[in-house]
């Protein structure tokens, strides 16, 4: 009967199977470095396309009947058709499906009245039912103030946290490298797409570093649990770590897929159907932090780990005495090399020469041997005669 083969959830939780996060450590972390840099970049050359709520202007509401084309009907003739010179970028949204609102650069009093009929006129409604409304900057600079100091305290009670929790002030460390990496990327992807950053989009970069902590403590448990008393061990901290990661690769890639489906649907739907909006600002903070969670969870905070603690000088020693150890296992196995093997298998060879079969190695055929020289053993008459 046939063996049933292992999955590949099974394969990689006992090591059958095996992809080498650890060892490959360099690699990532310019791979990382590499997205990071063009992230900084990116925000530092094209900034961020900051919303009216954070910088300020004038928005009008109108009712109106909201159709497919309703949204670009009202931008291309407030640029146009409104008379009004420098608007800035118009943006407009439909709230439900009899309003829309309308947001510019803030406007002065005289303005505001010109705008309001002419937004009344093409709706065909009176002034009284346009509405609008002037938001200041200094909103937008609160809210970006209040942001600030929730990330701050949010990272430090995380530091706390995994630093009591494991016990081991290491992992704070690697986490929070991990969550500054999934925080610059996220912020990054804004600037090079250009989406509006709003409020909507400050609390999904907030709530996605939750999601990244999540994957970083699921793995940390993990690899805790594996290098329990490392040093009494016959594997090295890498080794154990390694397997760690691998053990908890399908969960996290299972979990990370589970959790950006809804969201991808979410981020799809504000793009591409409403095209503004609360969707689609929340979307894709969401989105994109939750894959660089999972990513910078498998190959940032684990190897880092690792990495600092094989400084330590008790990790040095169990390495070496391990190192140690598989050589002196190789030796005996060059030796079983040339003990014979079973009769008609090969004897297996360290040189390049090709395998010999044990069954025909040493063998003579009887013919050459010729007589068999035994010693001659007298008989019992022949002791006596010889007085024996």
Known sequence: MSERKASLAHRLYTGDLSYDFVGKRKQWYIVSAVIVA????????????????????????????????????????????????????????????????????????????????????????????????????????????????????????????IAIYFRNWKMSAAALIALLHDLIVTIGVYAILQFAFTPATLIGVLTILGYSLYDTVVVFDKVRDNTTDITKQSRTLATASN????????????????????????????????????????????????????????????????????????IIDHNKRVAKRGTKKEQPVAAASTLPATAGAPLLSTTDAPPVDAATLGAVRAEDLGPRNQPHRSTRSERRKDGR
């Open 38 to 161: 063009i992230c900084l970049a990116a925000i530092g050359l094209r900034g961020l396309n900051l919303s009216i709520d954070f910088t300020g202007g004038s928005e009008f509401t109108v009712p109106t009947q909201v159709t497919s084309t309703t949204v670009d009907d009202y931008r291309n003739a407030v640029q146009d058709e409104s008379g009004l010179p420098e608007l800035g970028e118009v943006k407009v949204n439909s709230v439900g499906d009899n309003q829309v609102r309308i947001q510019v650069r803030a406007l002065g009093a005289e303005e505001i009245n010109q705008m309001t009929s002419f937004l009344a006129e093409r709706a065909g409604v009176a002034n009284e039912e346009v509405t609008n409304n002037l938001i200041g900057p200094n909103w937008g600079q609160q809210i970006t103030q209040q942001g600030l100091i929730a990330l701050v305290v949010f990272l430090s009670l995380v530091a706390l946290m």
């Open 243 to 314: 397997l760690a990661i691998n053990q908890v690769l399908v969960r996290s890639i299972n979990t990370t897929i589970i959790g950006v489906l809804p969201v991808a649907a979410l981020l799809a739907a504000g793009v591409f159907i409403l095209g503004t909006g609360p969707l689609k600002d929340l979307g894709l903070a969401m989105f994109v932090g939750m894959i660089a969670g999972a990513y910078s969870s498998l190959f940032l905070a684990a190897p880092m780990f690792v990495q600092m603690r094989e400084r330590e000088p008790e």
